[in-house]
Nanobody
Framework: VQLVESGGALVQPGGSLRLSCQAS????????MNWYRQAPGKERELVAR????????DYADSVKGRFTVSRDNAKNTVYLQMNSLKPEDTAVYYC??????????WGQGTQVTVSS
């Protein structure tokens, strides 16, 4: 099982980024996928979730209306489109899922820095 995030960068406030998480080694389409983030000195927090079969989505209140999670099962990839970025969005962003065995899998993370 492998999760590889990409797309993080330095961006100005109000800007946009799209993060990608390339998955391999498991039946991607059968699992809900999550995006978490962790800012310096803070606990890791759930940002967005997308369901497996119905593609239902859920967001943290802090990102609702600005972030959009999506997935492409043909490419085994989950995305996080981030618009109207704020300095408080600065964090390392991780994708994650819970395998049916009960194990949780994480990627290595991608750094997003929002600063002028």
């Amino acid at each position: 099982v492998q999760l590889v995030e990409s797309g993080g960068a330095l961006v100005q406030p109000g800007g946009s980024l799209r993060l990608s998480c390339q998955a391999s080694g498991f039946a991607f389409s059968g699992y809900a996928m999550n995006w978490y983030r962790q800012a310096p000195g803070k606990e890791r927090e759930l940002v967005a979730r997308i369901g497996n079969f119905d593609g239902s989505t859920d967001y943290a209140d802090s990102v609702k209306g600005r972030f959009t999670v999506s997935r492409d099962n043909a490419k085994n990839t989950v995305y996080l489109q981030m618009n109207s970025l704020k300095p408080e969005d600065t964090a390392v962003y991780y994708c994650n899922f819970r395998h049916y065995s009960g194990s949780y899998y994480w990627g290595q993370g991608t750094q997003v820095t929002v600063s002028s």
